[in-house]
């Protein structure tokens, strides 16, 4: 065991778009590849056909693309254990189904679906649930009860059958997991799972422990909630003799708030998306968010999506995927669910953001620009988001913060003309209009001296003055440190911005 190779898998099923708690599975089985030299491998596992949902499968894959958490062998990829889409392996299951019976681990089931929803209503009005299990079996149309000759008939006469798994009667099953330790379970409260259907299909059960055997799978890391199925999994791989992986269940990502897992519904009701790129229903043409559309950097979504349940043993919080690989292990993973934060989520990107150089984010800013009409030059951009990246989250928050830059006010904002614009203010603007128009050298630091010194020598209330010069500037008491702004803008268009405000405001009265 402890010199195979490292194999992991992610094996979603293309049912609707990915979970952001999908994500961080796949995130962790990519981690822990790259730590110890091993291999990545996608798989989709579309045996269910009644919950097939067309475009899912590529938005699986397009959505990995997008975090750069990459593959070394699956759909799309291809390698040496393919295909790597159940659907095209149908033909090898089958087999392995009839191993299992034919060395008693399995059996045929030739109940009906009618005979068994009576049997359920029975149990029902008794006040108690039916289960295939190890007793009821015995009672039960299989190949078990029946004798041989009549199972043979079945089978020949074409009658639609199941393939059971035979639950061991009264047994203990000991497992281990990476992240829970030792588990016990005792077999007379599991049923006798279906591993071949009617339609010629594996259920997910047997395709996933045949696959991952198949495809040398070393350990499997995979969410909380397979954890029920483990048992199974183990005694299937007992049953054909095999050795088993290691496995490795995550908690669970929890609600923002209150109890239980993170739900598309939680994100609907506190405004963030839970999935990483928008989703586009294909029956209802309902539209879902995603953390790309809704203007997230991939890098700082996964560093966030990381730290969700695992973490680094030191106080370190920004990852490149190289050091997060690099630091990664299944023994920093927690046992207990970790919730998520959405503001925590914005932070992330905040810091992103940061790092990004200003020409970078110029580059980014450009589009949004020219959305809102704009047609600037870009070292000028680069300027601008000098300024104001410190007080965003997301690129397209720049707007907010820098239109000022890129055109004169088309209105003022009436809260702040109401507390700023007073009877002086007309008088005062002018006589600034008039000192700023003989400065010769524009730069902040000594606009700013002369404007101060000015306000000083005539004794102006310093608030007063510059909320005022603010309002005509920017049309708001918003924006970064007002010298630089008008610095950027220029002489002219400052001058400009003091006429037009001053004509639209005029002298109040007092
Ligand atoms: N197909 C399962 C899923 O959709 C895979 C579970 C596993 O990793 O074993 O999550």
New binding site residues.
């Given amino acids: 065991m402890n010199n195979r190779e490292i194999r992991v898998r992610f094996?979603?099923?293309p049912t609707g778009p990915l979970h952001i708690g999908?994500v961080r599975t796949a995130l962790y089985n990519y981690l822990f590849a790259r730590k110890n030299n091993g291999k990545f491998i996608l798989r989709i596992?579309d045996t269910d056909q009644t919950r097939f949902v067309p475009g899912a499968e590529e938005y699986i894959v397009e959505a990995f693309r997008w975090c750069g958490i990459s593959f070394d062998e699956g759909v799309t990829k291809g390698g040496p254990y393919g295909p790597y889409k159940q659907s095209e392996r149908k033909a090898l299951y089958r087999e392995f189904a009839e191993k299992l019976v034919a060395s008693g681990h399995a059996y045929y089931a030739f109940d009906t679906a009618e005979e068994l929803s009576a049997l359920r209503k029975q149990f029902e009005s008794q006040k108690k649930t039916f289960t295939y299990n190890a007793e009821e079996r015995k009672q039960l149309k299989n190949s078990l009860t029946l004798s041989v000759e009549d199972t043979r008939q079945k089978l020949l006469s074409g009658d639609p059958y199941v393939i059971r798994f035979k639950m061991p009667e009264a047994e203990t099953v000991k497992m281990t997991d990476l992240i829970r330790g030792t588990i016990e379970v005792k077999t007379s409260v599991l049923d006798d799972k279906i591993l071949f259907k009617s339609d010629g299909m594996p259920t997910?059960h047997l395709a996933?422990v045949v696959d991952d055997h198949l495809m040398k799978i070393s350990h499997?890391i995979?969410?909380e909630e397979?954890l029920p199925s483990l048992p199974l999994h183990v005694l299937l791989y007992e049953a054909f003799g095999w050795e088993a992986p290691q496995f490795a269940h995550l908690p669970l990502l929890l609600k923002p708030d209150g109890k239980g897992k993170l739900s598309k519904r939680d994100g609907d009701r506190l405004g963030f998306p839970v999935f990483p790129l928008q989703w586009t229903d294909p029956k209802t043409g309902e539209v879902t968010q995603g953390y790309r559309e809704a203007g997230y950097f991939p890098e700082a979504f996964i560093n966030m999506l990381a730290l969700l349940g695992w973490n680094p043993g030191d106080e370190r919080e920004l990852f490149t995927l190289d050091e997060m690989a690099e630091a990664f292990s299944l023994e920093r993973v927690g046992k207990s669910g970790s919730r998520f934060d959405p503001e925590k989520a914005k932070w992330f990107n905040h810091q992103y953001l940061q790092k990004k150089s200003n020409r970078e984010l110029a580059g980014l800013f450009m589009p949004v620009l020219q959305q809102n009409g704009i047609m600037a030059d870009e070292t000028y951009v680069e300027k601008v988001v000098a300024l104001v990246k410190e007080r965003v989250n997301f690129v397209h928050e720049l707007w907010n913060q820098s239109d000022f830059f890129f055109r004169a006010p088309e209105s003022y904002d009436p809260k702040a003309v109401k507390k700023r614009w007073k009877s002086a203010s007309y008088d005062q603007m002018s006589e600034l209009k008039t000192l700023l128009a003989a400065i010769d050298d524009f730069s902040a630091e000594n606009t700013e001296a002369v404007v101060k010194n000015w306000i000083a020598e005539k004794e102006y209330g310093m608030g007063a003055v510059l909320n005022a010069f603010r309002l005509l500037i920017v049309g708001a008491l918003k924006g970064p440190h007002l010298f630089d702004i008008i610095a950027l803008i220029g002489q002219e268009e400052t001058l400009r911005r003091l006429e037009i405000g001053l004509h639209e405001l005029g002298k109040k009265e007092a």
Avoid: C, Q, T
């Fill in positions: 094996a979603p099923s999908g596992e997910y996933n499997v995979r969410g397979w």
